[in-house]
């Protein structure tokens, strides 16, 4: 028997594309839409034979094409095609990393995309803004139709139950947010906390950025080239302070995050201590992100320093992948309830030509016998005419209904024969019938 599902009313959906699963960034690069181009994307994908509807999710992991198209379309030689006219790029070359999904298994990859299921970090919570950004844009440009208005706005919803009922998002899974999960562990609340940057690395920056969104007051930055200072204190609000008078920063800090390329500390255990005996009985966090290490492991010696490297920082982040591994096993779960919902909702859509075919078909049957009797029977009254129409009627219907169940139930349960096949069988309804009098 075939399952629920097995998905065959669901093959005019595709996906296609690249991602950082099989393809390097030199590639993903090559044929990455961007912004101001999205527009002419969809235009090209639109206007392609036997495409009906489009979404384009491009980002720094993936360029995908999540269409509505006939099942003679080729999703691989179509983003091959796209890549070539969009960008000038010769993809055949690498057509081994594109893939494409038809069906079920399009429908499963947008629903896992969209619940970061799929990201090369479980449980990033931009893919979603993204995904919903990328259908709006799609809609706008009149390239969404009845078939991705139904189904993209369930991965939506899927997502959103994922991220409600598991736990996927909640825990630092990047050696910066780690350091804001540390930092929450000292301090009651990060509100009103000042943090000072010792060098200027991209690490420290997330670092820095994830410190100010959970509340932080001010943020001061020094580097040894001050000119890369400025450049960050801008991004972060902060303010930027020449390399030599970092230790003044130090002592009104909370935090310190240290991420130099010095094959050397720059932070020592005495400088370190002078700066607490000023400031008793109020902690100070330091995250040494240097590799090489920036700071003497003997601070951590000094009361009220809470210091923690790269390792400890790295420690933090595998454990909070095996949760999040864990909670990706109940999204997915998750995930396949979406999915039989939505499968037999389709089911249910493409039984409603074919019940309607039934019914007309019943009813023309019964106005042609009542048509035929009323020529051998001339003298019936509207009256007698309207007793033997609602008498056929309602034979008709305790006829049909039982069968009407049935495809029902077929819709939703599977069944060995094509839904339109079974009609056919049962009524004598061609394909046709069904659709034309949906």
């Not at 301090?187 to 010792?198: I, R």
């Amino acid at each position: 028997m075939m399952h629920a599902l097995d998905g065959a009313g669901l093959q005019n959906y595709l996906a296609c594309g690249v991602s950082f699963h099989a393809s390097p960034v030199e590639i993903r690069e090559k044929v990455a839409v961007p912004p101001q181009r999205l527009s002419e994307a969809l235009d090209f994908v639109i206007g392609q034979p036997g495409v009906r509807e489009c979404v384009i999710l491009s980002t720094c992991n993936r360029t995908e094409l999540y269409l509505s198209a006939e099942e003679w379309v080729d999703g691989r030689v179509l983003f091959v095609r796209f890549a070539r006219a969009l960008r000038s790029f010769d993809l055949s070359l690498s057509a081994d990393q594109v893939y494409s999904y038809r069906g079920l298994r399009a429908v499963l990859h947008l629903f896992r995309v969209a619940s970061s299921l799929d990201s090369l970090v479980i449980g990033e919570p931009q893919i979603l803004g993204q995904t919903k950004s990328a259908f709006r844009e799609s809609e706008a440009r009149g390239c969404v139709g009845r078939d991705l208005h139904r189904l993209v706005p369930r991965a939506f919803a899927a997502a959103k139950t994922v991220r409600n009922e598991t736990g996927i998002c909640d825990s630092a899974v990047s050696v910066s947010y780690a350091a804001v999960q540390l930092a929450r562990k000292i301090f009651e609340t990060l509100s009103g906390k000042s943090v000072a940057l010792v060098g200027a690395g991209k690490t420290s920056e997330l670092a820095a950025m994830h410190l100010k969104e959970a509340g932080a007051r001010s943020i001061a930055v020094t580097n040894r080239t001050l000119t890369r200072a400025e450049e960050l204190a801008e991004k972060c609000s902060g303010i930027a302070v020449e390399f030599e008078k970092r230790w003044e920063q130090i002592a009104g800090a909370d935090v310190v995050i240290c991420s130099t390329d010095a094959p050397h500390f720059i932070l020592w255990k005495e400088g370190v201590a002078r700066i607490m005996r000023s400031r008793p009985k109020r902690p100070l966090l330091v995250l040494d992100i240097s590799v090489p290490r920036n700071v003497d492991p003997k601070v951590a010696g000094i009361e009220g320093v809470y210091l923690f490297n790269i390792d400890d920082l790295d420690a933090v982040v595998r454990a909070n992948q095996k949760g999040r591994q864990a909670e990706a096993v109940r999204a997915e779960g998750i995930l396949q309830r979406a999915l039989e919902r939505f499968v037999q909702e389709e089911n249910y859509s493409q039984m409603g030509p074919a019940i309607a075919a039934i019914r007309n078909q019943i009813r023309t049957i019964c106005l042609s016998e009542l048509e035929r009797l009323e020529q051998n029977m001339p003298g019936i009254t509207p009256e007698e005419r309207r007793e033997l129409e609602l008498m056929l009627h309602r034979i008709a219907q305790k006829i049909v209904h039982p069968a009407i169940m049935e495809l029902k139930t077929s819709g939703s349960e599977g069944s060995e024969l094509p839904r339109l096949t079974l009609v056919e069988k049962l009524f004598g309804i061609g394909r046709e019938a069904s659709f034309l009098n949906s």
